[in-house]
Nanobody, 121 residues
Framework: QVQLVESGGGLVQPGGSLRLSCAAS????????MSWYRQAPGNQREWVAG???????AYTDSAKGRFTISRDNAQNTVYLQMNDLASEDTAVYYC???????????????WGQGTQVTVSS
């Protein structure tokens, strides 16, 4: 059974930092592109950052220079370091895994349950 479990969310003041973690089980992480998405109340879920199985990273414009995505394949964990947080970053953050190759005949796609990030003074 595949599970993605996010942690590290919470309440932080503007300008503060948080590090989110996504612990994966049931998959071999190094054949998956891992991404973080977020969804604020009333908004659609949006992509924030991604890291390929080979370690190539990409960010949405609002995250560039503030957020850093990384992965530890040995620990089967992906991280999102978020600095200089602003109220606009308040959202539920979701971990996402997409296989880079077919696994048992199909490309796989998984979501975590989400972790709340609230930026407020």
């Amino acid at each position: 059974q595949v599970q993605l479990v996010e942690s590290g969310g919470g309440l932080v003041q503007p300008g503060g930092s948080l590090r989110l973690s996504c612990a994966a089980s049931g998959i071999i992480l190094n054949i998956y592109t891992m991404s973080w998405y977020r969804q604020a109340p009333g908004n659609q879920r949006e992509w924030v950052a991604g890291i390929s199985g080979g370690g190539v990273t990409a960010y949405t414009d609002s995250a560039k220079g503030r957020f850093t995505i990384s992965r530890d394949n040995a620990q089967n964990t992906v991280y999102l370091q978020m600095n200089d947080l602003a109220s606009e970053d308040t959202a539920v953050y979701y971990c996402n895994a997409k296989s880079d190759v077919a696994v048992q005949g199909a490309y796989r796609h998984y979501w975590g349950q989400g972790t709340q990030v609230t930026v407020s003074s």
